[in-house]
Nanobody, 120 residues
Framework: QVQLVESGGGSVQPGGSLRLSCATS????????IGWYRQAPGKQREFVAD???????AYEDSVKGRFTISRDDAKSTVNLQMNSLKPEDTAVYYC??????????????WGQGTQVTVST
């Protein structure tokens, strides 16, 4: 059973920072592209950022320059550093791991979610 264990959510004032972490098994970490999605109340889940096994990162436009995703090889963990947080960043953040190739097809897993709240 694939496990994605998220941590680091919480409440912060606008302009503040939080760091989310997603820990997984060594095999998942080595092979899967891992990233973060978020879902605000009444809205659809949306892509935030992800990073490939060769450290190629991608970001949703609204978080570029504020969020940084990185891989910690020693801990098989993907971190999302979130700076200059805004109220509109408030959401449940989900870790996602996906693997796809032409032979095996696609395999995808989700974490349980962690709440991020940005308010005064």
């Amino acid at each position: 059973q694939v496990q994605l264990v998220e941590s680091g959510g919480g409440s912060v004032q606008p302009g503040g920072s939080l760091r989310l972490s997603c820990a997984t098994s060594r095999s998942i970490f080595r092979l899967y592209r891992i990233g973060w999605y978020r879902q605000a109340p009444g809205k659809q889940r949306e892509f935030v950022a992800d990073i490939s096994t060769i450290n190629a990162a991608a970001y949703e436009d609204s978080v570029k320059g504020r969020f940084t995703i990185s891989r910690d090889d020693a801990k098989s963990t993907v971190n999302l550093q979130m700076n200059s947080l805004k109220p509109e960043d408030t959401a449940v953040y989900y870790c996602n791991a996906v693997y796809a190739d032409v032979v095996s097809g696609r395999d995808e897993h989700w974490g349980q979610g962690t709440q991020v709240t940005v308010s005064t």
